[in-house]
Each structure stands twice: as C-alpha cells, then as structure tokens.
C-alpha cells in the first residue's frame, strides 16, 4: 500500500532532492542550491515559483501515462514507467526547439500498489529530470479506484518568438527525421505476442529508455535550420500528417530512405508498417529549407531526408513504394478513441 498523502509527499520531496537542497537567501525568496535560480519554491508551497532566463517566453506541455494504456505493470519495471512518464513532455519541449525549466507530477495510485514501487518510479523519473536539467518541483497526489494514472507537466523556455511551430513548412522543405524508427512499436507487438516473454532493454532501448532529443532540438532552432518540427509520438504517418495540416501543404516520402530500427537478438530491421505507423519513438520530424544544407548528423544523432514538402493539398502525404509507385499514406499511428 502507497504512504498516507503526506508521508508519500514527503518521500517524493527526498527522492527529487528538494528538502537537502532548499534554503532561504538574504532576501527572503526560496533558493534551490544545485538546481539554479530557475525555480525559486518548489515542492513544500501551494505552488511553484519559477524565473525564466531574461528574454525568453514559457513552455508548457501536459501528458497522461496511464496503465493499460501506455504501459503494463508486468511488462515495465517502475523506472521504466518513470522515465517514459517523463521523456513524452521532454521530447514535447525538444520538438519546439526549447530547454527544459520544471516538471510537475500529478499521481493517482490504487490502494493495493506497494510502496517500493511508487518510490522506484519516481526514482527513474527524476534521474532523467536531473540528466536534462527538469527538477521534479511539485505536483498532487491522490488514491485511485483502479490503475495508476500519472500526469506530467513540463514547463521549458524559449527565446521570444523562436519556437520551432508545426506551421513553418514550406513547399520545397525537405523533410527529415532523426535516429531510426519502430523499436518502440516493435517491443509492444513482441510483448503482446509473447505475454510472458521478458524482454532485454538493451536490444530495444528506445521504448525502455527512451532519449529526448533537447539538444537536437535546440541547435537546429539555434541555426535557423528547422522550419517546422514535431516529435515522433504518435507515428510518422500521423505526425507528418499534422505538420502538413498545420502548415497547409502536402508531402511526398519514399519509404527506402525511411530509417528503420534494428532491433531484438539476433537483430533484425522492422517492418516498414512498423516504421511508418508506430508511435512512442520520440525522435524529431522536421523540415528544412532547400538552400540549408545539413550534416548526417547532429549532436551526435543521425539525421535522415526522407522527402520533400509539397503544394499538395493540407495534409495529403503520398509515400513512393520500393518499386517507384507513389500512393496516398493514410494516417495510421496512434489516436485515442479511435474506432
């Protein structure tokens, strides 16, 4: 059973490393030693208050994590649970070209979950919060009547009027996408073929563990490089589709320069539906202008055209076959309520 509310609240308070690191400066505000001037309250008020770097404006995104959804207790460890928990709201903040301020927890726990759980999530949310510099600051705790529900909120910065929007694409952009897709929808359709099967994080580490690519993010932000981005959510076929919505123009893809995962022992590449229509990879979709030349890779990952940005009509995708036949891709990744 999880610890009374406010015992819980306390240990997720030790475990974010606020109450060793909290003290009072000359003035009277509350400073976090380590974390910088970027929160000044955090967990312990009835809100958080946070400064912004000068010139900058606020980012703000919010994610459900909900079991049966989003992850199964017998297929995620807890740390698992927390670090993907967080990673969506990072790669959110990546996907706009920003830096990371906060994070907020919102948890509803069923009265049968133990205690060692609760404390091993939190643990592998905030280890990644600390590795991208998004201190867990507050949030609320409540009892669930079946499941576990978590909430994210993550608040990052950008400077004034340089976020990186899904409406900047313009007909002749070339698009691309970072790292390589389908490990994440490869896992799910391993573990629901095989319930019992426990599989090795290792071989598909960006649905275990995956990485939000905030420093992609903002270096091609930084060098005016991306005219439009999203992140990898909810499959490339949606999510392309979106971009074109937004910006009002169509797209052609070929599926041979599509980079697919290898992934699993002995490895091998997943299929192209896999690559085209899975969600949960949290890699970058972005588009670039014609005259920009970019490298094969960028902060160290690798960065793949995979088409061109068209004046078709908003959001008509055609994606050319491996035998030269172009036809209209039909958005099939993830989308709630869907029947």
């Known amino acids: 059973m999880p610890l009374p509310e406010k015992a819980l609240i306390?240990?997720?308070?030790?475990?974010?490393?606020?109450?060793?690191?909290?003290?009072?400066?000359?003035?009277?505000?509350?400073?976090?030693?380590?974390?910088?001037?970027r929160i000044t309250a955090g967990i312990g008020d009835d809100c958080a208050v946070l400064r912004p770097p000068p010139g900058h404006e606020i980012l703000v995104t919010t994610d459900f994590t909900l079991e049966g959804i989003h992850f199964?207790?017998?297929?995620?460890?807890?740390?698992?649970?927390?670090?993907?928990?967080?990673?969506?709201?990072l790669s959110d903040i990546a996907a706009m070209g920003g830096e990371p301020l906060a994070a907020f927890l919102s948890l509803a726990l069923p009265r049968d979950l133990p205690q060692a759980w609760v404390r091993r999530f939190v643990r592998g949310l905030v280890a990644l919060g600390m590795k991208y510099s998004a201190p867990l600051a507050g949030?609320?705790?409540?009892?669930?009547?079946?499941?576990?529900?978590?909430?994210?909120?993550?608040?990052?910065?950008?400077?004034?009027?340089?976020?990186?929007?899904?409406?900047?694409a313009r007909p002749g952009d070339r698009v691309y996408v970072s790292g390589e897709l389908g490990s994440s929808a490869a896992?799910?359709?391993?573990?629901?073929?095989?319930?019992?099967?426990?599989?090795?994080?290792?071989?598909?580490?960006?649905?275990?563990?995956?990485?939000?690519?905030?420093?992609?993010?903002?270096?091609?932000?930084?060098?005016?490089?991306?005219?439009?981005?999203?992140?990898?959510?909810?499959?490339?076929?949606?999510?392309?589709?979106?971009?074109?919505?937004?910006?009002?123009?169509?797209?052609?893809?070929?599926?041979?320069?599509?980079?697919?995962?290898?992934?699993?022992?002995?490895?091998?590449?997943?299929?192209?539906?896999?690559?085209?229509?899975g969600g949960e990879d949290y890699e970058l979709l972005f588009t670039v202008s014609a005259s920009k030349r970019l490298p094969s890779r960028i902060a160290g990952v690798p960065v793949t055209q995979?088409?061109?940005?068209?004046?078709?009509?908003?959001?008509?995708v055609l994606l050319l076959d491996s035998e030269g036949v172009y036809h209209q891709l039909i958005p099939h990744g993830w989308e709630h309520f869907r029947t």
């Open 10 to 37: 306390a240990e997720i308070r030790r475990l974010a490393g606020f109450a060793s690191r909290r003290r009072r400066s000359g003035s009277g505000s509350v400073v976090l030693g380590g974390i910088g001037a």
């Open 139 to 168: 949030g609320d705790t409540a009892e669930s009547p079946n499941g576990i529900l978590a909430d994210i909120v993550v608040v990052g910065s950008v400077p004034k009027g340089k976020a990186v929007l899904r409406s900047g």
């Open 187 to 277: 896992a799910l359709m391993e573990m629901r073929a095989r319930p019992k099967k426990k599989l090795n994080p290792r071989e598909y580490r960006r649905h275990f563990s995956p990485e939000p690519r905030i420093k992609l993010g903002r270096i091609l932000r930084e060098k005016g490089l991306a005219t439009a981005m999203i992140d990898l959510s909810d499959g490339l076929s949606t999510d392309l589709g979106h971009i074109c919505e937004e910006s009002g123009v169509g797209a052609d893809i070929a599926a041979d320069l599509i980079p697919r995962a290898r992934v699993g022992k002995p490895e091998h590449e997943v299929a192209l539906e896999l690559a085209l229509h």
């Open 306 to 316: 995979i088409g061109v940005i068209t004046r078709s009509p908003a959001a008509s």
């Open 72 to 89: 199964r207790r017998e297929w995620h460890a807890p740390e698992v649970v927390g670090n993907r928990c967080l990673a969506r709201g």
